[in-house]
């Protein structure tokens, strides 16, 4: 089975310009999770949904940012405008909601995000 | 306040012996679950090992162990006979019932096998 599937990996822009990414989490699983990853701050939830629903947005930084996830397959982050302090790694995540589930969550190979 | 702490930002270690990572935490609550994951070079972030609070073993998969020590509120990751492709930096995490399928993260060790 195909994991959690990013896009893309690496992307380079200026500050301003609108960033996108991308996010297609493992068939059946019912949460999905945005982090972001830098050196300084460690690993941050940004936004979490269940089914389709966001959770709990409270880690996003700013209005800048928002999340979408339109369906069950797919979710995207945005930024709007992009700023150098939001160079990072994004990561999503997803975990199953079933009996017995440990509430182990299966990351994507993230995207690194330079933004100049 | 629920929190996890990883005293080691890094650590040698010559390969084949064991390593011993460790994870402390603090929660009040009497049911939680404690992570492990090993994020390489490559940067994805790859699960090791779980623990449940009321799991009455350790846990243990393939060359990971959990060391569970609940009074001490430790769960240290032990690897047995290290490999070169272990090197890697080494995340505990703490799930519980205060914010469902949120996890509390510590900072990390930084893992290097010598040849």
């Known amino acids: 089975d195909a994991g959690v599937i990013q896009s893309p990996r690496h992307e380079v822009t200026e500050m301003g310009q609108e960033v996108t990414l991308r996010c297609k989490p493992i068939?059946?699983?019912?949460?999905l999770f945005w982090y972001r990853q830098t050196m300084m701050r460690g690993l941050e939830l940004l936004i979490y949904f269940n089914n389709n629903v966001p959770i709990d947005d409270s880690g996003m930084p700013e209005d800048r940012f928002s999340a979408k996830m339109p369906n069950a397959s797919f979710s995207t982050l945005k930024i709007q405008p992009s700023e150098p302090r939001d160079s990072a790694v994004y990561f999503c995540?997803?975990?199953?909601?079933?009996?017995?589930?440990?509430?182990?969550?299966?990351f994507g190979e993230g995207s690194r995000l330079t933004v100049l | 306040a629920q929190k996890i702490t990883q005293t080691q930002p890094g650590m040698f270690v010559q390969e084949k012996e064991a390593v011993t990572l460790d994870c402390t935490y603090d929660t009040s609550d009497p049911s939680y679950g404690l992570f492990w994951y090993k994020q390489p070079s490559s940067g994805e972030m790859i699960f090791l090992i779980y623990q449940g609070s009321y799991d009455q073993q350790n846990a243990t998969e393939g060359r990971y162990s959990l060391n569970f020590q609940k009074a001490r509120k430790s769960a240290n990751l032990v690897i047995s006979a290290s490999q070169l492709g272990d090197s890697a930096m080494y995340f505990c995490?703490?799930?519980?019932?205060?914010?469902?399928?949120?996890?509390?993260w510590g900072a990390g060790t930084k893992l290097i096998i010598k040849p």
């Open positions: 995540a997803s975990s199953p909601n079933s009996p017995g589930n440990t509430g182990e969550l299966f």
């Open positions: 068939s059946g699983h019912d949460y």
């Open positions: 995490a703490m799930r519980g019932p205060w914010s469902n399928y949120q996890l509390i």
